[in-house]
């Protein structure tokens, strides 16, 4: 059994459980761990992130004109010595309909169209869409851990949930909350957030809600920026991407 408190195990169970490797009961382990462990959500949304990036550098593959031949040859089936060895005189047994093999081909040709007519439609449809989801890893400019994770879904919440401890706020500052989407003047700022504790709002009120929206922390005064935007150092920053 995986040991989801030891980080190494923890990140090397979050690859498999991406991939779909895993055992039964380490499959339900991790399932019932991702709702309520932020460090756990992380680690498979980084390896989910990994692997998409590899899937784009393969070519698409087409079968080749030998693939139905060695099915035939796989099963048994070798056409060539089946005429040389029939009579000239007999006539070669009729195949019923349903086991004939152009009937299968055009099957899985009508399968793999509606799977490609299916996918364009998904990929078509705009970022904005109702209920699409997007998240946004939080790391540090300084050394590139983690501390927060935004999830948002459009025409829902987001929430702002915190994966790491960080270092205590100074007395008399505070950690405010931003978001800027591509192509804004400025980032708008959506309120004061509190260490180690989570945020939630409905996403009505962000600005803009799709793939590339920034988010970022900063330190501010006790009270928040005075002049509308970001005064302080940046603590945490990261960008949306569609799930």
């Known amino acids: ?26 499959q339900v382990a991790v399932d019932a761990s991702l709702a309520h462990d932020g460090a756990l959500r992380v680690a498979v949304y980084a390896w989910q992130d990994r692997l998409l990036a590899l899937t784009a550098q393969a070519e698409p593959a087409l079968p080749g004109a030998s693939l139905w031949p060695r099915i035939e040859r796989s099963l048994g089936f ?7 060895r029939a009579p000239a005189a007999v006539a070669a047994p009729r195949v019923p309909w349903w086991q004939g093999l152009r009937l299968w081909q055009g099957v899985s040709a009508l399968a793999l169209a509606a799977s490609l007519f299916l996918a364009v439609l998904l990929l078509a449809r705009p970022p904005e869409a109702e209920g699409a989801r997007y998240l946004a890893v939080l790391q540090s400019p300084e050394n590139q851990s983690t501390g927060w994770i935004v999830e948002l879904q459009a025409g829902g919440q987001l929430r702002l949930v915190p994966v790491a401890t960080g270092a205590p706020v100074p007395p008399g500052r505070a950690l405010q909350f931003w978001t800027k989407p591509e192509g804004a003047a400025g980032p708008t700022s959506l309120g004061l957030v509190r260490a180690g504790q989570t945020m939630q709002m409905p996403a009505s009120q962000l600005p803009g809600v799709g793939v590339q929206v920034l988010f970022e922390i900063t330190l501010e005064p006790e009270g928040g920026s005075t002049i509308g935007r970001p005064t302080g150092p940046i603590l945490y920053v990261g960008r949306t991407v569609a799930l």
Not at 78 to 84: F, H, I, R
């Open 78 to 84: 070798d056409a060539a010595a089946a005429v040389g």
């Open 1 to 26: 059994m995986i040991d989801l408190n030891d980080p190494a195990e923890r990140d090397a169970a979050a690859g498999e459980y991406v991939l779909g490797t895993l055992g039964a009961d380490d």
